[in-house]
């Protein structure tokens, strides 16, 4: 089994939230892990700091720490605003090629979803910034339905990893899926719109889904991380990745992307068709 790490990048800074509920929400949703003791006073702290320094994510720190770790991850990153993503098409071309240049591969976190128009004007304007058409997609919130990945692949997307099932990767027409295994709020807010997990307990969940990937002959393994949570005011966010990341390595897993996961597939199915 191969691992493909990914993060989406749902914010670049507070204040692109001040029409919006999302900063009201966050106030609310941080006092109330602090009065269940899932966080620290430090923490609590760390998560304001944020907010008067007007920064919402760690791309640079995680890039760093991937870099170190022989991660070759995906960034996904939106060109549309919806559902409390609304940074501005400046700051994701800005970071679209900040990415690029430290060698990353960058895809579309993508808004529309049931909407062919909406789906292909977001695939035009991201393959006018990233001067490319070789990229893929994870739509936001991981929202799909019956048409999406036909839309997506009418729209000129390389591979989507939107569908949250224990599958192995399939092709729908030009495009590849690979479906999404393990995602960071899942583990560590389990039942609740807040973290109700410890650290520990996100371990042995995480080790559980990595077992049945393992017994359902998961050949390509992917695992989610928002780059918002590499941050000391999300303790047990960034030490789970961490420690996930080390637990893979002590393990002798390898670590693929999505574009070289490709690769190896297409490979594998013309052998396949040559035998015939």
Same mark, same amino acid.
């Given at each position: 089994?191969?691992?493909?790490?990914?993060?989406?990048?749902?914010?670049?800074?507070?204040?692109?939230?001040?029409?919006?509920?999302?900063?009201?929400?966050?106030?609310?949703?941080?006092?109330?892990?602090?009065?269940?003791?899932?966080?620290?006073?430090?923490?609590?702290?760390?998560?304001?700091?944020?907010?008067?320094?007007?920064?919402?994510?760690?791309?640079?720190?995680?890039?760093?720490?991937?870099?170190?770790?022989?991660?070759?991850?995906?960034?996904?990153?939106?060109?549309?605003?919806?559902?409390?993503?609304?940074?501005?098409?400046?700051?994701?071309?800005?970071?679209?090629?900040?990415?690029?240049?430290?060698?990353?591969?960058?895809?579309?976190?993508? &808004?529309?979803?049931?909407?062919?128009?909406? !789906?292909?004007?977001?695939?035009? %304007? +991201?393959?006018?910034?990233?001067? $490319? @058409?070789?990229?893929?997609?994870?739509?936001?919130?991981?929202?799909?339905?019956?048409?999406?990945?036909?839309?997506?692949?009418?729209?000129?997307?390389?591979?989507?990893?939107?569908?949250?099932?224990?599958?192995?990767?399939?092709?729908?027409?030009?495009?590849?899926?690979?479906?999404?295994?393990?995602?960071?709020?899942?583990?560590?807010?389990?039942?609740?719109?807040?973290?109700?997990?410890?650290?520990?307990?996100?371990?042995?969940?995480?080790?559980?889904? &990595?077992?049945?990937?393992?017994?359902?002959? !998961?050949?390509?393994?992917?695992? %989610? +991380?928002?780059?918002?949570?590499? $941050? @000391?005011?999300?303790?047990?966010?960034?030490?789970?990745?961490?420690?996930?990341?080390?637990?893979?390595?002590?393990?002798?897993?390898?670590?693929?992307?999505?574009?070289?996961?490709?690769?190896?597939?297409?490979?594998?199915?013309?052998?396949?068709?040559?035998?015939?």
């Amino acid at each position: 089994m191969k691992i493909i790490i990914s993060h989406d990048v749902d914010h670049i800074t507070v204040w692109e939230h001040k029409k919006d509920l999302i900063i009201p929400k966050f106030i609310v949703r941080s006092f109330i892990e602090f009065w269940l003791g899932y966080i620290s006073s430090f923490e609590l702290k760390g998560r304001f700091k944020s907010i008067l320094e007007n920064r919402w994510q760690n791309i640079e720190e995680l890039m760093q720490f991937d870099k170190e770790n022989e991660i070759p991850s995906t960034f996904f990153i939106g060109v549309a605003n919806g559902l409390g993503l609304n940074y501005s098409l400046k700051d994701a071309e800005f970071w679209i090629k900040g990415i690029q240049k430290e060698g990353f591969t960058v895809g579309v976190h993508g &808004i529309a979803f049931d909407d062919y128009v909406g !789906i292909e004007k977001e695939h035009e %304007l +991201f393959k006018e910034v990233l001067k $490319s @058409n070789n990229f893929g997609i994870r739509i936001h919130y991981i929202r799909t339905t019956s048409k999406t990945l036909d839309f997506l692949n009418s729209s000129g997307y390389l591979f989507d990893s939107s569908l949250y099932k224990l599958r192995n990767p399939f092709r729908v027409g030009n495009l590849w899926e690979f479906p999404l295994h393990i995602m960071d709020g899942y583990i560590i807010c389990k039942k609740s719109r807040w973290q109700d997990q410890t650290l520990e307990q996100a371990k042995e969940t995480t080790k559980r889904e &990595i077992g049945k990937a393992y017994k359902n002959k !998961i050949k390509y393994h992917t695992i %989610l +991380f928002h780059d918002r949570y590499f $941050s @000391n005011g999300f303790k047990t966010w960034k030490e789970w990745y961490v420690w996930l990341v080390g637990y893979l390595k002590d393990n002798q897993v390898e670590f693929i992307s999505h574009r070289d996961a490709i690769k190896e597939l297409e490979t594998t199915a013309e052998k396949a068709v040559g035998a015939l």
